[in-house]
């Protein structure tokens, strides 16, 4: 069983450029959630999405930032018009289907991205 | 919202020792989980604890949840043990729907041989 698959590992993009980053779940998990990590800080938490719905964005910049979470395919965080302090790496979590309180997440290896 | 303080925030360690990194948080909490960044920056499942004791080789964890805190022991340190352990939660009632992790500002551990 793979774990959480997230491409590229290492994005560069110029400045105003679009940044598009995927997610592939584990198998079975059909909950997602993305976080950024700044350089030198914590994970902080941006979005929450089940298959075709964003549960929680509550993370996310208003602005120029995107998730989504199709029924087929990976989760997408899109980026437009990247800025450079838009640098950071950002991870996916996946869990499976809530059974009563919260379970385990598990991490992808993350998507560090570098503006230029 | 919930904080999360961990402590210390470095350490430096011989290898072979032994060391405990303690996590507090404010609010009564659904999951709490301990993660290590590696070097390489890959972020890796070590404990899902949100009460009680678990062991898993060398590591071990602890979380007194009545006491808001959770503590993760690492026996016979190793080089390969360096990197930031990080504690995160996730508030009790704060919807029950998934991981709205709260993470801590982490403790950088060094392993010297």
């Known amino acids: 069983n793979a774990g959480v698959m997230q491409n590229p590992r290492h994005l560069v993009r110029r400045r105003g450029q679009e940044a598009r980053l995927r997610c592939s779940p584990m198998?079975?998990?059909?909950?997602v959630y993305w976080y950024r990590q700044l350089p030198e800080e914590g994970l902080k938490f941006m979005v929450y999405l089940q298959k075709e719905n964003i549960i929680d964005e509550s993370g996310m910049p208003k602005e120029r930032f995107s998730a989504e979470f199709p029924k087929e395919g990976p989760s997408i965080l899109r980026i437009q018009q990247v800025v450079r302090g838009d640098s950071a790496a950002y991870f996916c979590?996946?869990?499976?289907?809530?059974?009563?309180?919260?379970?385990?997440?598990?991490f992808g290896q993350g998507t560090r991205l570098t503006v230029v | 919202g919930i904080q999360v303080e961990q402590s210390p925030p470095d350490l430096i360690l011989q290898e072979g020792a032994n060391s405990t990194l303690r996590c507090n948080f404010s609010?009564?909490?659904?999951?709490l989980q301990w993660f290590h960044q590696n070097p390489w920056g890959q972020l890796i499942n070590l404990f899902y604890?949100?009460?009680g004791t678990k062991q898993n080789g060398r590591l071990s964890a602890t979380t007194v949840a009545t006491e808001r805190y959770s503590l993760l022991y690492i026996s016979s340190s190793q080089t390969t043990d360096s990197g930031v352990y990080f504690c995160?939660?996730?508030?009790?009632?704060?919807?029950?729907?998934?991981?709205?992790?709260?993470f801590g500002p982490g403790t950088r551990l060094s392993v010297l041989p």
């Open positions: 995160a939660v996730e508030r009790e009632g704060s919807g029950g729907y998934g991981q709205n992790f709260v």
């Open positions: 198998k079975g998990h059909s909950h």
């Open positions: 979590a996946s869990s499976p289907p809530l059974q009563g309180t919260n379970t385990e997440a598990f």
């Open positions: 604890i949100p009460s």
């Open positions: 609010d009564s909490v659904n999951n």
